[in-house]
């Protein structure tokens, strides 16, 4: 069973009046383990199907499966549930909370869950540790860099154990090598644990370049999808990158 599938997804949303198809018609299994890049020109599409993995929107037609859920199934509450407890989160612009320090942001998650905050200090520190900066737990936002936030969100991403990390554009607001840092951090978080899979959307042809497969999405359509040098060549070929 594959961890992530869509079945035909139809997307479709108003611009003033006038329709507009995000996604026509995509098809795409994620399996257990991989790193998958989505990568695509401005307006491709890719945030669009990132927020349908992650059940932010719904889609017109077709069907999303989280493990074989079927999302179009899920009342409000268990579509949140769901959200919280089996996907993980970052952004480009990491959504940190500016008066809290890296661990307690780490286990924000875990307090809507009815925990205490003292009470996860041990598991958000040793998160911390895992993406490389534990020696900054007790640092807030403003104190960082920005490669040092984006890891304080990716070890908040994980608190809950997700099965699956959705990433959006999770490097673009970082230099080459702080980029490349974190490339590896989240191919590694799909390849050190077989249960979980990593996708990703960019821009960034460096970032497809270091998944395990890219796929391509061209004005709402998946174009390319397999071994991520093929994917890139294909995209450098067809003059649309940016």
Known sequence: MARLQLDSVVHDYYRGHQPVRALDGVSLSIEEGQCVSVLGPSGSGKSTLLHLMGALDAPSSGRVLLDGTELGTLNDDQLSDLRRKRV??????????????????????????????????????????????GKRADHRPGEMSGGQMQRVAIARSLIMDPTILLADEPTGNLDTRTGDELLDLLAGLAHDDARRSVVMVTHSMDAALRSDRSVLLTDGDIVSDGVPEDVVAKFIGDGRAR
């Not at 990491?94 to 905050?117: H, I, Q, Y």
Request: net charge negative.
């Open 88 to 133: 993980g989160f970052i952004f480009q612009f990491f959504n940190l909370l500016p008066a809290l320090t890296a661990w307690e942001n780490v286990a924000v998650p875990r307090l809507l869950d009815g925990e205490k905050l003292g009470d996860v200090r041990e598991e958000a520190v040793a998160l911390l540790e895992k993406v490389g900066i």
